[in-house]
């Protein structure tokens, strides 16, 4: 069974770190770059961060440069969202999700697998 999970969400106040996790399982890890999206309430999913397959590739939308990383872990088939100086806007369900596709990162639909979501709560 195919399984990506999120956790590591929480409250936290503004300018305070956080670290997502998301463990992946039931598919071949390495085969597949990861995603980052969240949501809002009452806004769309958007993209958030992309790790390539090996990892050498990283990419994040422009308001999270600087104060996010992604960085992954293929031995224990973990990827990891730092987030620093969180900002109240940051503040969304996050989720993780798997492609095997080296393009398109920034669209949803580009994404097989699917993790539940970690609720991020920045307060001001």
């Known amino acids: 069974e195919v399984q990506l999970q999120a956790f590591g969400g929480g409250l936290v106040q503004a300018g305070g770190s956080l670290r997502l996790s998301c463990a992946a399982s039931g598919f071949t890890f390495d085969d597949y770059a990861i995603g980052w999206f969240r949501q809002a309430p009452g806004k769309e999913r958007e993209f958030v961060s992309y790790?390539?397959?090996?990892?050498?590739?990283?990419y994040y939308t422009d308001s999270v440069k600087g104060r996010f990383t992604i960085f992954r872990d293929n031995a224990d088939k973990m990827v990891y969202l730092q987030m620093n100086f969180l900002k109240p806007e940051d503040t969304a369900v996050y989720y993780c999700?798997?492609?095997?596709?080296?393009?398109?990162?920034?669209?949803?639909?580009?994404?097989?697998?699917w993790g539940q979501g970690t609720q991020v709560t920045v307060s001001s």
């Open positions: 999700a798997a492609t095997s596709a080296s393009i398109r990162y920034h669209l949803s639909g580009t994404y097989k697998y």
């Open positions: 790790i390539s397959r090996g990892g050498g590739n990283t």
